[in-house]
């Protein structure tokens, strides 16, 4: 796996060092790739880069004619990263030094032009033009569904009403979107399969899912200090007990999450009410839920070779149950 | 794209209430039952007959998710919430998110 993000961040760096632009603006570029690099090097299972190349090898037998479109998706995952720390006020320090408008010339250009100049390396490389059309309809569809989501959860704050529904849905275009897009370029390089190929980006959906609901739990319940609360956003977890609560249950912990977006004084007591609600269990659930329709959705696709179990494995991870609470992972086929 | 079996039916029929089939598994998680607390009739029918209840009231859940849900039930039947936290704080590992 650390082998895969050395060669698309290879690959990235060469775009990146050829594009006609100011040598201020490609520097700009090259720190949010430098995060990247950080990042794969502390967690070489990157989503991102690991499903295109995993899927496009489970089904043709090769990684390599699928690297341009996963340097193209890690440079959508960089520049949406970068978004998404500035509207969480979490940037890196790498980019303490630059202003807001800086971060958000690189966020754009990260987002809306590199993935497509990167997916123009497979023209060069004979890919027919209506599959290249395809792909960066793709990203760009991607990217109103993902920026669609991203403005929901920054609404859902100021909302008096979230349902479940409407946090699942928000989740979905967030991040099962782009995971859906991850495995489904994959797929549509080395197949003209739909079925297949649908297989493969409803997987990646659902993989998505689960692994943000992971997120939102580890976020309340994994740190000292939870930025979510500190944000004041309403994840799952939250959603929930707001759901459950009733009459003075509720208003405490409405009180409660107000006043925990000042300090982190109060985050363990919220942390301590959400799990008396049945949040932790219930995010615990829904992921298994999301979990299970991947591996359905997957075992459709019928992943081949090392690729295939390596892919399992990945989606073996996505829970949020002690290991040996998993005995029989895999559903039954019907 | 292929449509995510029981999530996408509310959306496609109102008669079908995904929200309240959610949060009546919300209020099944909640441990040690305190179920007092809440007097919904549906949601105390679907602790006894999951399958039966959940149709009776129209809840979107599919056949497969029904299965999923009483795998997760039987699983985590003896795993407390302070157990799961455990899980979060100490030995689970996780990608950062965006």
Redesign the interface.
Known sequence: MRKRAGQVFALLDKVIEALPVPSTHRELLQVQLGVGKE?AEA?P???VIQLPLLVHTAVAGDERPALPVAAACTLL?LG??L???TLDHELPPSWHTHDSAEVNLAATTLLAALPQLSIAILRERGTPPARLWALSYLFADTVLELNAGQHEDLLFPNRENV????S?AMV?RK?GA?Y?LFARVGAVLATEDSSAI??Y??FG??FGVA??L??D??DI??EDESQDLLNGKRTLPIV?AL??L?GEQRERLQNLLAVARESAEHHDEV?SRL????????T??MV??YQ??AR??LSAASPQGPAGRELRMLLDRAS???QA????LW?KQT | ??Q??G?ER?RETEEFR??TA??A???????GGQLS??DDQSIRGITTALEPTSWDYGFALSP??VE??K??SE??AS?S?????R???G??K?????
Request: proline share 3%.
């Open positions: 990042r967690w299972e990157m989503s995952y949406a990263d978004l998404d720390s349902s479940l529904e409407d699942l979905k991040s782009p859906a649908e297989a980006a409803a959906s659902c692994k943000q992971i997120n739990a580890w319940w994994g929930h759901s459950v009733r942390r799990a008396a609600a049945g949040s932790v269990r219930y615990a659930l298994w839920l299970q329709q359905r959705h949020l149950l002690p609470k998993e005995a029989r559903p | 794209m292929v995510q079996e999530y509310g995904r929200d959610l949060r598994l919300g209020i099944l998680s909640i441990e607390a809440y497969k998710e999923d849900v795998d997760f699983k985590t795993l919430d302070e157990e799961f936290v899980h979060l704080k030995t689970l996780i990608e950062r998110r965006w």
